[in-house]
């Protein structure tokens, strides 16, 4: 692994990167709790024919806080900056969780950027009304995040919290190896990270919820190749959640993982891998 920083709109982001420089690039881009570590079981397996850059979002592990905010739109933003601020034209995208919600916006807004994309474990911007009602209860952990200053205080103060929710996240407890969830828990107590989880769920309830419920991003058309991999058995994006997306998509597929949670990239790296080349390489 190689560790850089790139500053962008004046926040200094960290990446680290693995691979031939010269190599078709690919911007990996992390969910909540976690930050560029966890890609390193994905490594192996793809830095032999991509140049992986594993970007620290801002305010996650060893990138600075936003100076913009958390927002969708500005994080959606900061993508495509980051491929400016790195001279790369365009990219692959492989995006997890929360980092696949700005991966959506980005590739739909600035598709010229990204040949692929690759997103794990997160509903696209088109989900029905009716599954996005049944599926609401999910969700319910979300209420302890998204109230400033409640959300920073519990990421700080409760790392139990955090442990717990990425227990929940897998099917099986003994994807994780030693020393990953404790990683996490201790990296979301900093207190720029835990400002930035809070953010992040502070937006989506404030403002991308009620964007889905007025159909604002009904304007938006993803002409980027995209697959979306769903977890079977991931408790908080089941694959049921994902139907619809195909009628706001020129080529969208969802493709679920037998017995894998929330966290496939730890779970079932070699699927991701699997999943990675089939579509990097079409």
């Not at 920083?5 to 990446?15: A, I, K, P, Q, W």
């Not at 911007?27 to 390193?40: A, K, S």
């Not at 897998?170 to 990270?193: L, M, Y």
Request: aromatic letters at 10%.
């Amino acid at each position: 692994m190689r560790h850089h920083h790139v500053t962008v709109d004046g926040v200094r982001l960290h990446y680290a990167e693995a691979g031939d420089p010269g190599a078709p690039p690919v911007l990996l881009v992390h969910g909540f709790p976690q930050h560029w570590y966890t890609w390193r079981h994905l490594l192996p397996g793809l830095a032999g024919e991509y140049r992986l850059i594993c970007l620290d979002m801002p305010g996650f592990g060893w990138s600075q806080a936003s100076s913009g905010g958390y927002g969708t739109d500005r994080r959606a933003a900061d993508l495509v900056a980051v491929l400016d601020a790195l001279g790369l034209e365009r990219v692959r995208l492989l995006a997890h969780d929360w980092g696949a919600w700005a991966g959506f916006l980005a590739c739909a807004r600035s598709p010229e950027r990204f040949s692929h994309f690759l997103a794990l474990n997160m509903v696209h911007p088109w989900p029905t009304r009716r599954n996005t009602l049944r599926h609401a209860w999910r969700f319910w952990y979300t209420v302890l995040l998204e109230w400033p200053p409640l959300g920073r205080q519990v990421l700080r103060r409760w790392p139990a919290f955090t442990r717990y929710l990425l227990r929940r996240g897998v099917a099986d407890r003994a994807a994780w190896r030693a020393g990953e969830i404790e990683e996490f828990a201790t990296a979301a107590r900093q207190p720029h990270s835990a400002r930035a989880g809070e953010g992040i769920h502070r937006a989506f309830v404030a403002h991308d919820i009620a964007a889905l419920r007025r159909k604002e991003f009904h304007s938006l058309r993803l002409t980027v190749p995209t697959v979306i991999l769903a977890g079977e058995r991931d408790v908080v994006i089941p694959p049921g959640l994902l139907a619809g997306g195909e009628l706001f998509a020129d080529a969208l597929a969802v493709e679920v993982l037998p017995g894998c949670g929330h966290c496939p990239q730890h779970e079932r790296p070699e699927l991701v891998v699997a999943a990675a080349r089939r579509l990097f390489a079409s």
